[in-house]
């Protein structure tokens, strides 16, 4: 009962802008912009393969603010695998939906986020997103088809006082969005080959909102 008394009492006195905390936020600018050894971040899974197209990932350690982070307590972990059109056990998203979900989930986090430092309200948002895939592609049937998305729609209705185009350039801060849309270097090491390419840039979303 304490505990929630005084939990509640934080998020009360708290300077809150879309449930992001303004004070803390507007101190984490600063900090990276006086020491810039602060921005550097790494990210990491284990992933593990089941069977078939099934595949288990755990996510826990990560590196950031000049040093690894101690304050994460649990693993997370996700499932990925495959429709039984597909030849799976639908035993969780495929590969491709956990990337729109990413995307989605970014897109809007970064929204919230710069629109909290701007001093932007966001009552409520709720997205789509659409990806098509050729599977001529993964199958080697056709090797001018892409084995990737043609193209990804993200549609997302916002509640704010904000203009459209405030929120497009805001939610464009996404790290997720960048990736996406940009070349991203990629190693594969498999045994003992050592094997680099990169990613060609992928189409840029055909519509953002």
């Known amino acids: 009962m304490f505990n929630n008394l005084k939990l509640e009492k934080m998020i009360t006195t708290a300077n809150l802008k879309n449930w992001v905390n303004v004070d803390q936020l507007v101190e984490t600018i600063g900090a990276v912009q006086t020491n ?12 593990n393969w089941i069977n078939g197209g099934h595949c288990v990932s755990s996510i826990k350690s990560f590196y950031g603010v000049g040093a690894e982070d101690e304050s994460r307590q649990e693993t997370f972990t996700m499932e990925s695998s495959h429709p039984h059109v597909l030849l799976g056990q639908d035993e969780g998203a495929t590969p491709p939906e956990i990337v729109l979900h990413a995307l989605g989930s970014c897109l809007t986090a970064a929204m919230t986020y710069h629109a909290a430092a701007n001093g932007i309200d966001i009552q409520s948002a709720e ?9 001529q592609g993964f199958l080697g049937l056709d090797a001018e088809v892409r084995k990737g998305f043609d193209g990804i729609n993200f549609k997302l209705k916002v509640k704010s006082d904000a203009t459209t185009e ?3 350039n805001l939610a464009k801060f996404s790290p997720v969005f960048d990736i996406i849309t940009n070349p991203t270097p990629v190693t594969i090491e498999i045994g ?7 990613k060609k840039a992928t189409q840029l979303c055909s519509s953002v909102f």
């Open 127 to 135: 997205s789509t997103l659409e990806g098509g895939v050729d599977l």
């Open 192 to 198: 003992n080959g050592n094997y680099k390419f990169y």
């Open 36 to 47: 810039p050894e602060l921005d550097k971040f790494e990210f990491r899974a284990k992933n």
């Open 166 to 168: 405030q929120l497009e």
